[in-house]
């Protein structure tokens, strides 16, 4: 567990991920866009892993780091994130297909290169390691062209599909008394958090035999219950330790309290399993 700070101006932060395999490396904070809707979110790179950055805050609760007491009991942590999820976006449009046409192949600099977001080129070999998996590859002279190919990433995503249908009897009961087909709109739906309703969901949902607004409409609705809410969570600062965090000196300044929920799905599917568990 690492303390934020960025000056005495900002409060101090609260940050759980990995630590690295070589105690002297240190994990980048990168901005990317999120598969799904496009917004600017914050991932951790981390000994050639991509950490998906979260953040969590209960209605009450603060932190007691070093002397001082942080009344923003809001918490960041990592979770591991597959990513090609959020390669996509960046891959389909840059075939530029048009209809039946499938597009161009282009080299992965050119793919990665999105304006505004550096992130990406830091990514590069992790890239050409996962998109082989739903790309078309062509090689000359040494150098690599990647395409998209639609029936590629299908396969993919219904691997994934099945994948997370295979562990849904173990999280209790309710799970397991769910009829295949009830399985498989749990998962889509999870997976749904990564993916653009079209084409990508739409192809899934077809191919699955599911019934795509029945899957928005199930997601809308579980949202709404949730006992939690999300809302905007502030921008992680850059990742360092500052012994100023721990200072009793120089106290940032009170701000407005904000009472939110998770910025995360998977805490409503967390919240679910354990009523389903009997916990």
């Known amino acids: 567990m690492a303390s934020w700070h960025d000056g005495l101006a900002a409060p101090p932060r609260v940050l759980i991920s990995p630590r690295p395999s070589d105690a002297s490396?240190?994990?980048?904070?990168?901005?990317?866009?999120?598969?799904?809707?496009?917004?600017?979110?914050?991932?951790?790179?981390?000994?050639?892993?991509?950490?998906?950055?979260?953040?969590?805050?209960?209605?009450?609760?603060?932190?007691?780091?070093?002397?001082?007491?942080?009344?923003?009991?809001?918490?960041?942590?990592?979770?591991?994130?597959?990513?090609?999820?959020?390669?996509?976006?960046?891959?389909?449009?840059?075939?530029?297909?048009?209809?039946?046409?499938?597009?161009?192949?282009?080299?992965?600099?050119?793919?990665?290169?999105?304006?505004?977001?550096?992130?990406?080129?830091?990514l590069m070999n992790v890239a050409g390691h996962h998109m082989e998996l739903v790309c078309e590859v062509k090689e000359v002279a040494n150098m690599k062209f990647f395409r998209l190919d639609d029936s590629k990433v299908l396969s993919w995503l219904c691997c994934k599909v099945h994948n997370l249908k295979e562990v849904f009897p173990k999280l209790g009961k309710n799970y397991a008394a769910q009829v295949e087909k009830e399985q498989l709109k749990e998962a889509v739906q999870m997976i749904r958090e990564y993916l653009k309703d079209e084409p990508w969901l739409s192809?899934?949902?077809?191919?699955?035999?599911?019934?795509?607004?029945?899957?928005?409409?199930?997601v809308t609705t579980k949202t709404n219950e949730a006992s939690f809410y999300a809302d905007s969570a502030p921008a992680p600062a850059p990742l360092s330790e500052s012994k100023a965090a721990n200072s009793s000196k120089g106290r940032p300044a009170k701000k407005p309290k904000v009472e939110v929920g998770s910025k995360n799905i998977k805490d409503m599917f967390r919240r679910v399993t354990r009523s389903g568990s009997g916990s």
Request: glycine share 10%; net charge negative; with cysteine.
């Open 203 to 218: 192809l899934l949902c077809k191919k699955l035999q599911l019934d795509t607004n029945e899957i928005i409409n199930d």
């Open 25 to 122: 490396a240190r994990g980048n904070v990168l901005s990317l866009r999120h598969p799904r809707s496009g917004d600017e979110t914050g991932y951790l790179f981390i000994d050639g892993q991509l950490q998906e950055i979260n953040w969590f805050k209960e209605r009450y609760g603060s932190w007691f780091l070093g002397d001082y007491v942080c009344e923003d009991g809001g918490l960041y942590y990592c979770t591991p994130v597959d990513p090609i999820f959020i390669f996509l976006p960046t891959f389909e449009a840059a075939r530029m297909s048009n209809g039946k046409d499938p597009g161009k192949f282009r080299q992965l600099d050119e793919i990665l290169y999105v304006e505004g977001y550096p992130g990406y080129q830091q």
